[in-house]
Nanobody
Framework: QVQVIESGGGLVQTGGSLRLSCAASGLTFRGCCMAWFRQAPGKEREFVSGISRSGGTSYADSVKARFTISRDNAKNTMYLQMNTLKPEDTAVYYC?????????????????WGQGTQVTVSS
């Protein structure tokens, strides 16, 4: 049974930092492309960042230079370091996985999803 579990969300002030983690089990982690999405109230789920099997990364324009994605295949875990947070970063953050070599920005491309972790940035 595949499990994808996010952690690390919370409440932070504008300009602060958080580090999200995504622990995966029941799948061949090193064979998966991994990604972070987020969904704010009343909005569609949107791509934030992705990391390919080989470690190549991509970011949404809104988070470039502020967020850093990484993965540790030995721990079956992916991370998202979020710096200089803004109120518009407030959302539920989801981890997603798919058996593919390349990052995709569409939610429909991913096979496995976590339950999400809330990130709230106060102004």
């Amino acid at each position: 049974q595949v499990q994808v579990i996010e952690s690390g969300g919370g409440l932070v002030q504008t300009g602060g930092s958080l580090r999200l983690s995504c622990a995966a089990s029941g799948l061949t982690f090193r064979g998966c492309c991994m990604a972070w999405f987020r969904q704010a109230p009343g909005k569609e789920r949107e791509f934030v960042s992705g990391i390919s099997r080989s470690g190549g990364t991509s970011y949404a324009d809104s988070v470039k230079a502020r967020f850093t994605i990484s993965r540790d295949n030995a721990k079956n875990t992916m991370y998202l370091q979020m710096n200089t947070l803004k109120p518009e970063d407030t959302a539920v953050y989801y981890c997603a996985a798919r058996y593919h070599s390349l990052v995709a920005v569409s939610t429909s491309a991913y096979d496995y999803w976590g339950q999400g972790t809330q990130v709230t940035v106060s102004s």
